[in-house]
């Protein structure tokens, strides 16, 4: 609330007048008041009329002005928000179950320690695409990037006139927010790619890989990304290219659009956990998926880990919105849980799960420490390879 001081010019007026009254001088005060009434006191009036007018409008200034402030202060206050929304794809309660019963057998943990997860359990959420009853990654982030159903492999794109939707990130962007991408799979996967572009199908990673970078109909509209997946940015004259056609998409990237490009471990310790980071950027560190946490723990020295990218991602996009009154939005997603589930692999899963829980901690220490006011939305898109923790 603004404050409003409300002055009344006649009560100044009369205040500058109380004179104290003393019983045995009251004859001469009287005598005095007398012959001041004789003498032409208009003068005096006029003036002590015009130094309460103009100490009213000092005031009403004065109060004008401090609620003015007030005003703006809260209003940048309470405008600048970053959302973290975060996917542990593949991810379903068996899954948790398990990697919670791994960590306390393996650690020694009595038998009620949970994860960070279970401390921020809200609920569960139906999933299914428009045309099957267990949806994909891609018709699963295009529910999440789009508010909208559509088919397995669709990325941002809907059923029927094969139309794209428009996404959270694309929005984040027009309003005027920062944006960012963090995965350990090909940033052009599915998940990543319905938030920053459309094609009719997920294979489609060569025409994804140039709308992210900004060649799509919106221009560039992603400020960060950190993930796997650099073949697809490679032409394919080049050693370590997966693309169909010749078109050097690091190389666009960087001179069209400006991305700062890190391509290796080297790269990423450049970026100083976020310190020094000049955006856009673009941090490809695997040709595609980045090892699995079981692997890649033993090979730390060649690939970030995923609660790495994301405390560096999350600095990076704070120091950029610094002096913005607009925050980020940013997308965090455990990638690989999907493929530990898909191969059957418990001990790969395990670790993911670990890994995704303590990225999660990251975002809310993040949250804790900022400045600015944000929220974290985590979900899963669907459960892959059947994983079961019962009796048989
Ligand atoms: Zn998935």
């Not at 038998?111 to 267990?134: A, C, I, M, Q, Y």
């Given at each position: ?86 996917v ?50 891609a ?54 790619a ?30 960060l ?31 069209k ?10 790269g ?19 040709r ?31 120091k ?64 892959t390879g ?7």
């Amino acid at each position: 609330m603004g404050c409003v001081i409300l002055v009344n010019p006649n009560k100044l007026f009369q205040a500058s007048e109380a004179t104290p009254l003393l019983d045995d001088n009251r004859d001469d005060v009287a005598d005095d008041a007398n012959k001041q009434e004789k003498r032409p006191s208009h003068l005096r009036e006029l003036a002590l009329f015009a130094w309460a007018l103009v100490a009213t409008a000092a005031i009403v200034v004065i109060a004008v002005w401090t609620q003015h402030q007030a005003q703006t202060a809260r209003g940048s206050r309470s405008d600048k928000r970053n959302l973290i929304f975060m996917v542990s794809d593949g991810m379903g309660p068996a899954s948790l179950s398990l990697t919670r019963s791994f960590r306390q057998y393996v650690e020694g943990l009595p038998e009620d320690d949970t994860l960070t997860l279970d401390k921020h359990f809200w609920g569960t959420s139906r999933t299914r695409s428009s045309n099957s009853l267990v949806t994909d990654s891609a018709a699963g982030a295009t529910a999440f990037s789009c508010g909208l159903k559509s088919y397995n492999g669709a990325i941002s794109i809907l059923p029927g006139e094969y139309e794209p939707c428009g996404t959270v990130l694309e929005a984040a962007k027009r309003a005027g927010y920062h944006t960012g991408l963090v995965v350990t799979t090909d940033i052009t996967d599915a998940t990543p790619a319905c938030f920053a572009s459309h094609v009719v199908m997920r294979v489609l990673n060569d025409d994804i890989a140039l709308q992210e970078i900004g060649e799509g109909v919106l221009g560039r509209v992603v400020d960060l990304m950190l993930g796997g997946g650099r073949c697809h940015f490679l032409a394919n004259s080049t050693e370590g290219s997966c693309r169909m056609d010749d078109v050097d998409v690091a190389g666009i990237a960087q001179e069209k659009y400006g991305w700062t490009y890190a391509d290796d471990r080297e790269g990423f310790d450049a970026l100083k956990g976020g310190e020094d980071v000049t955006l856009p950027v673009l941090g490809l560190f695997a040709r595609n998926d980045i090892p699995f946490e079981l692997d890649r723990r033993n090979m730390a020295d060649v690939y970030p880990s995923l609660s790495e990218m994301t405390k560096t991602a999350l600095r990076a996009l704070e120091k950029a919105t610094e002096k913005s009154d607009k925050g980020f939005f940013l997308m965090i997603e455990a990638s690989r849980i999907d493929h530990a589930g898909h191969i059957n692999d418990p001990a790969a899963q395990v670790r993911e799960v670990l890994e995704y829980d303590k990225a999660f901690q990251a975002v809310l220490d993040f949250l804790h420490d900022s400045k600015t006011e944000g929220i974290l939305v985590a979900t899963s898109d669907h459960e892959t390879g059947g994983l079961a923790t019962a009796l048989r």
